[in-house]
């Protein structure tokens, strides 16, 4: 008879109301932190695809960088045979302006297509004997 009391003790104290409502209320904590983790999650894709797109624009800025210096170049070169120093800051700021736009567009094309983008930018290394 012993036994069965204390049986009977450990049923009613594993069930009792206070641990049924520590349990709900743990149950309740635990759907809170789903969400949040949901939340969560949906922050670092979010940081994952602004980081491959950062990537990919610095990659064709510095796969630019060798031709950019290469224009870069030709550009003082030619702006000191003139004798002003006007027609050197001219002669930058056309390189610069033109080159820009293409560099520019070579981003976007890595967005999209980089296998593109690199044969663009390899063609051009390759005609101008740069790496």
């Known amino acids: 008879m012993g036994v069965l009391i204390s049986l009977a003790l450990l049923y009613s104290s594993f069930y009792s109301p206070v641990r049924v409502v520590n349990v709900f209320l743990a149950e309740e904590h635990n759907k809170g932190r789903v969400a949040e983790v949901e939340k969560a999650e949906r922050i670092v894709e979010e940081e ?23 224009w870069v170049k030709i550009a003082e070169e030619e702006g000191e045979g003139a004798s002003e ?27 999209e297509k980089p296998d593109e983008a690199e044969k663009l930018i390899s063609i051009l290394e390759k005609v101008y004997k740069i790496k």
């Open 48 to 70: 994952l695809q602004s980081l491959e797109v950062f990537l990919r624009k610095r990659w064709v800025e510095e796969r630019w960088a060798g031709l950019l210096s290469y």
């Open 85 to 111: 120093g006007l027609a050197k800051t001219a002669a930058l700021s056309a390189v610069k302006k033109s080159i820009l736009l293409l560099i520019n567009y070579t981003k976007y094309m890595a967005l």
